[in-house]
């Protein structure tokens, strides 16, 4: 088995354990990232969370995910900040995602994260009909009815988090 298969059955095995039902959706790892997902699939940003792994700049490394709206940006240097108590933060490379993830920027889930990773989320994904997420592979999305977003493991869901 190749990494990719690895991830999406470790994937496929919490969002069960989990209870989560899903469907999902095969595409091409070419429109993995977000935006040329939407426009090649035809789904709204609105209904697609990004899941953005985000890295302190100073002192001890610290790390945290985030989900918001594809359709809206992270608020990276004052509520993450914030969130993480840390002076300095920016968005993880992408060798540091795969690292602590396993996934790659463009199949990355807030499901089946490393269980000490603390999870934000966007509260206004809730009032979409679905949500799309990363699979943990750029093959694949996973749709999801957002009430499920309460089922990642340890996520808060934060006001102000998007811009």
Do not use: W
């Not at 059955?9 to 069960?16: C, F, N, P």
């Not at 354990?17 to 595409?27: A, F, K, N, Q, T």
């Not at 000490?116 to 990363?134: E, F, M, N, T, W």
């Not at 093959?139 to 340890?154: E, F, M, R, V, Y």
Request: net charge negative; charged share 20%.
């Amino acid at each position: 088995m190749d990494g990719s298969t690895d991830i999406e059955s470790r994937v496929a095995a919490t969002l069960g354990e989990l209870g989560v039902s899903y469907e999902l959706v095969h595409i091409d790892p070419a429109f993995a990232d977000t935006a040329d997902f939407c426009e090649k699939y035809g789904y709204p940003l609105e209904t697609s969370g990004n899941t953005i792994v985000v890295a302190s700049k100073r002192g001890q490394k610290t790390y945290c995910a985030c989900v918001v709206q594809a359709s809206a940006r992270l608020d990276v240097n004052k509520t993450v900040k914030r969130l993480m108590g840390v002076s300095r933060a920016s968005f993880a490379s992408a060798e540091e995602t795969m690292e602590l993830t396993g996934m790659m920027i463009g199949g990355v889930t807030a499901f089946a994260l490393p269980r000490h990773l603390p999870v934000y989320a966007d509260p206004h994904l809730l009032s979409q009909p679905y949500v799309i997420l990363g699979s943990g592979s750029r093959s694949s999305k996973i749709k999801i009815a957002p009430a499920d977003l309460g089922k990642i493991p340890g996520a808060e869901f934060v006001d102000g988090l998007a811009m």
